[in-house]
């Protein structure tokens, strides 16, 4: 019996890369979804663009923390109706592909795509068509993990960001996974 072959797709900095579809000029700036109200010490950090990441800011962080980090930090508050919308736009993707989808969060979830005859040997580039469909019908961009556990396919999502697929075989989980702290598998915690 051969290995179940599972994706795992996360959407990169979701929220903050739906608000910079519609703003497309806060695409290149450091950018920044927050919740709360930063005058009353209560607003942080829900998401950030690949321009925030690069200061060491991150999710659930104080604005005012980020803010020191990144000091041109823009900030905009969530459209959790749209985030909703384009989650759902990107499921249907999904299920063009594969019936075999099951959700995780707002912006994850798990495809077995064990059953489709024509996989075995083309994973990663199943993956890769996967990506390009998202990209293309929704403009939003998913890094994909493959592998034969679902543990290992979110770790393998994890690893490689923005836009990417990472393998983690029977053949290469011990180089990938092994000199990685334990934290980083799913659920495992500090």
Not at 45 to 56: D, F, P, R
């Amino acid at each position: 019996m051969s290995d179940r072959i599972i994706l795992h797709a996360d959407l990169n900095a979701f929220y903050a890369s739906v608000e910079c579809l519609l703003r497309p000029e806060l695409k290149e700036v450091p950018m920044a979804v927050v919740a709360g109200l930063e005058e009353n010490r209560h607003g942080v950090i829900l998401a950030k663009n690949e321009a925030t990441k690069k200061y060491g800011v991150k999710t659930a962080e104080l604005i005012s923390q980020a803010k020191r980090k990144c000091p041109g930090l823009q900030t905009v508050l969530p459209h959790h109706d749209l985030y909703w919308e384009y989650s759902r736009q990107v499921k249907a993707v999904y299920v063009r592909f594969t019936n075999q989808v099951e959700s995780f969060s707002i912006d994850e979830c798990w495809m077995d795509v064990t059953d489709i005859p024509s996989i075995q040997g083309n994973e990663e580039r199943f993956a890769d068509a996967l990506r390009d469909a998202v990209r293309f019908e929704t403009g939003l961009t998913i890094s994909v993990g493959v592998s034969w556990n679902k543990v290992f396919a979110k770790l393998g999502s994890d690893l490689k960001k923005p836009d990417a697929t990472t393998m983690i075989t029977r053949d290469n989980f011990k180089g990938k996974v092994w000199p990685l702290p334990a934290s980083d598998l799913l659920l495992v915690g500090q």
